[in-house]
C-alpha cells in the first residue's frame, strides 16, 4: 500500500471513530457509572428489632461489597420519613407500618414497597398484674397510641383472630407513645398494651407479664423498606445491590444471634446487653428470611382500610408492591451461593 492510500485508511478510520464516539456520547448505553453510590437512607428509629439487618449490613461491609455507600439519617415518626422520601432527599426508607405507604400511593405520591424485614408484628402485649392472658382481656381496656395507628389495627386483628370483638368485649383506648402507655399500665389506667421488644423487656423485669408476642401471633407485616418508582426506573441496578445487602444482613441477623449482636453495636445500636439479648429472642422469629413480602398480611391491611373508606375500593396491592428487582436480587444471590433456601 502506498504512503498516501495509508494517509486516506488513516483519515477515514479517524472520522469513523470520531463519529461513532459522537454517537455514544448523545446516545449513552447504560452502565454502572449511570447509577448511584451514595444513598441516603432515612431510618425511623434506633430500634433493633427493626434496624438490626441494616445495622448488620453496614458493620459486616454487605453494602460496601456492593459498590454502595450509604448514608443513614434518622427520621422520628413515619409521615416525616415518607415526606423526605417523596421529595427526593432520601433514596430509600426503613418505615414501621405499611398503611401509611398504602394510604399515600393510593392518594398518587410516588412511592412503593420493595421489601420487607418482619412478615409478622413486632408489638409484645403485656399486661398489669392483674392481666395475665388474652382470656382476662375481656372486658378490660387495652392501651394503643393513638386511633387509626398501626399498634390500633394490629391490636384488632389480634383480638379478632382470639373471639374478642374490639368496642365490644374489650374497649381500645388512644394513650400515646410507649412511655406514656408504661405509666398507664403501671397506675391502673389501662389493662394492657402493645410494647417494643425491648420497652417489653425492660417492663418485664419490674414484673408486667407477657400476655402474647405477636411477632409469633400474628402474620401481619410491620417494618418495610420503600422506594419512590423514579429510583426503580433510574436506578434498577442500584436498587438490586442495595437489597442485595439487606438481604446478607438480615439472613446473618436471623441464624446467627450472638454475632448479630456484636454488629448491632459495632454499627452504632445503644441498650443494655441484658435487654438487648433477651429482646432479640422476642423479634428474630419475626424476622423475614429474604426480605420476601406476606401478601396476604398486606392484604388485611388494606381490606381494613377499605371498610374504613381510606382507601378506593378498586385499590389493589400490585399499585403500592413492586418486588421485581427484590426477586432479581434473591435469584443472583441463589446462583452466588449466598442465599441459604
Do not use: C
Not at 455514544?24 to 447509577?35: K, R, W
Not at 424485614?117 to 402485649?125: A, F, H, K, M, R
Not at 410491620?222 to 439487606?246: C, D, H, M, N
Amino acid at each position: 500500500m502506498s504512503i498516501r492510500s495509508a494517509r486516506v485508511v488513516s483519515l477515514f478510520t479517524f472520522w469513523l471513530l470520531l463519529s461513532l464516539f459522537a454517537r455514544l456520547l448523545s446516545n449513552p448505553l447504560p452502565t454502572h457509572a449511570q447509577e448511584k453510590k451514595n444513598l441516603r437512607v432515612v431510618l425511623v428509629s434506633l430500634a433493633w428489632n427493626s434496624e438490626i439487618p441494616f445495622r448488620v449490613a453496614l458493620a459486616r461491609g454487605f453494602f460496601k461489597s456492593q459498590g454502595i455507600q450509604i448514608e443513614p439519617i434518622l427520621i422520628r415518626g413515619g409521615p416525616a420519613a415518607i415526606a423526605a422520601l417523596v421529595s427526593g432527599e432520601v433514596d430509600f426508607a426503613s418505615i414501621g407500618g405499611a398503611q401509611a405507604v398504602i394510604r399515600g400511593r393510593a392518594r398518587g405520591l410516588d412511592m412503593f414497597i420493595i421489601g420487607s424485614i418482619s412478615n409478622t408484628t413486632n408489638y409484645v402485649l403485656l399486661g398489669n398484674k392483674q392481666t395475665r392472658t388474652i382470656e382476662d382481656l375481656k372486658g378490660k381496656t387495652i392501651g394503643v397510641t393513638g386511633a387509626g395507628a398501626f399498634s390500633e389495627f394490629a391490636i384488632k386483628t389480634f383480638l379478632k383472630k382470639y373471639n374478642l370483638e374490639p368496642n365490644r368485649d374489650v374497649i381500645l383506648r388512644a394513650i400515646g407513645e410507649s412511655p406514656v402507655r408504661a405509666a398507664a399500665l403501671e397506675r391502673g389506667l389501662i389493662a394492657a398494651a402493645p410494647f417494643s421488644p425491648e420497652d417489653a423487656v425492660r417492663l418485664m423485669k419490674i414484673g408486667f407479664p407477657l400476655i402474647n408476642n405477636l411477632n409469633e401471633s400474628l402474620g401481619v407485616p410491620q417494618s418495610i423498606i420503600v422506594t419512590r418508582g423514579e429510583v426503580l426506573e433510574k436506578y434498577p441496578e442500584t436498587a438490586k445491590r442495595f437489597l442485595k445487602a439487606l438481604i446478607l444482613g438480615i439472613q446473618l441477623a436471623k441464624t446467627n444471634k450472638a454475632e448479630t449482636i456484636k454488629a448491632g453495636y459495632e454499627a452504632g445500636l445503644k441498650g443494655d446487653p441484658d435487654v438487648v439479648n433477651q429482646a432479640y429472642d422476642l423479634y428474630a422469629p419475626g424476622l423475614t428470611n429474604d426480605f420476601s413480602i406476606n401478601l396476604p398480611g398486606m392484604q388485611l391491611m388494606l381490606d381494613e382500610d377499605k371498610r374504613n373508606g381510606l382507601v378506593d375500593g378498586k385499590f389493589t396491592l400490585d399499585r403500592v408492591i413492586n418486588d421485581r428487582i427484590l426477586k432479581t436480587a434473591q435469584q443472583e444471590l441463589r446462583a452466588e451461593g449466598r442465599l441459604k433456601p
